[in-house]
């Protein structure tokens, strides 16, 4: 299983932008996928994630509005759609995908994740 994420870039703050993660090797419509994002210097964090069964998707609540989660199954690619982009918004986007089909939920953790893209940077300037 391979992921491969990519769309970022520099842009400036109140631009729009949608990374795109295609994976192979097993179907987006039996996993669940998510977003993480890393900023120079922290953590990775949990960005969103959508549910295999493509109905059930989120952001954590100091996005939603801004960001978006959404599916091909037909390519087999996610999407992060990120609008008004702000500086703090800077940082390495991950999409990862667990392991097991059919998952109960999507998972907000890390080690709820097998299968990571290598990411892609995105920076916004003010």
């Known amino acids: 299983v391979q992921l491969q994420a990519f769309g970022g870039g520099l842009v400036q703050a109140g631009d729009s932008l949608r990374l795109s993660c295609v994976v192979s090797g097993h179907p987006i419509s039996m996993h669940n996928l998510g977003w993480f994002r890393q900023a120079p210097g922290k953590e990775r964090d949990f960005v969103g994630g959508?549910?295999?069964?493509?109905?059930?998707?989120f952001t954590v609540d100091s996005e939603k509005g801004r960001f978006a989660i959404s599916r091909d199954s037909a390519k087999n690619t996610v999407y992060l759609q990120m609008y008004n982009l702000k500086p703090e918004d800077t940082a390495v986007y991950y999409c990862a995908s667990d392991k097991n089909s059919y998952g109960d939920g999507v998972p907000v953790e890390i080690d709820g994740y097998h299968y990571w893209g290598q990411g892609t940077k995105v920076t916004v300037s003010s």
């Open positions: 959508i549910k295999w069964t493509g109905t059930s998707k």
